[in-house]
C-alpha cells in the first residue's frame, strides 16, 4: 500500500510524458487504483466467506481444527506468501529509477511546450 502512493506520481509522470498537452490525470489514477482495490477487497472477502462457510465454520462456538487452520491461513499464512512475491513482481517490473524519472520529468517538459495546451487529445494529435 506504501508504493502505491510514490507510484501514482510516476505513473502520471509518464502519461505526461505519452500524452503531452494534456492535463494531468493524477486524480484518474488515483480513482482506478482505489476501484481495483475495492474491487479485489470486495471479491477477497466473499471468496473468504465462501471458504469459510465450506470448511465449517459456526458462530459462537469453539473452531474445529480445519476452520481455525483456514483462518490462520487467510490472516498469516496467504500474506506471507504473497507479500514477497508482490515484491519480487515490483522490483523486477517496476524499474524506475532516479534519473530515469529526471529524463523523464524533463522530456515530459520539453513535449508539453511544444504541445496546444487545449486540454484535448484531439486537439494534441492534431
Known amino acids: 500500500s506504501v508504493f502505491k502512493f510514490s507510484m501514482i506520481g510516476d505513473i502520471a509522470d509518464v502519461d505526461e510524458w505519452l500524452h503531452p498537452g494534456i492535463e494531468r ?3 484518474e489514477i488515483q480513482g482506478v487504483f482505489d476501484f481495483c482495490s475495492k474491487s479485489f477487497s470486495a471479491l477477497l472477502v466473499g471468496a473468504s466467506l465462501l471458504l469459510l462457510d465450506q470448511t465449517g465454520y459456526e ?3 469453539v473452531q474445529n481444527s480445519k476452520v481455525q487452520f483456514v483462518i490462520r491461513m487467510g490472516y498469516a499464512g496467504l500474506p506471507c506468501i504473497f507479500g514477497p512475491c508482490a515484491l519480487l513482481a ?3 517490473r517496476y524499474r524506475i529509477t532516479r534519473a530515469e524519472h529526471s529524463r523523464l520529468r524533463l522530456a515530459a517538459s520539453d513535449a508539453a511546450t511544444k504541445a496546444p495546451k487545449n486540454g484535448t487529445q484531439a486537439d494534441a494529435d492534431a
Open 25 to 27: 490525470r493524477e486524480g
Open 59 to 61: 458462530p459462537d462456538i
Open 90 to 92: 515490483l522490483h523486477l
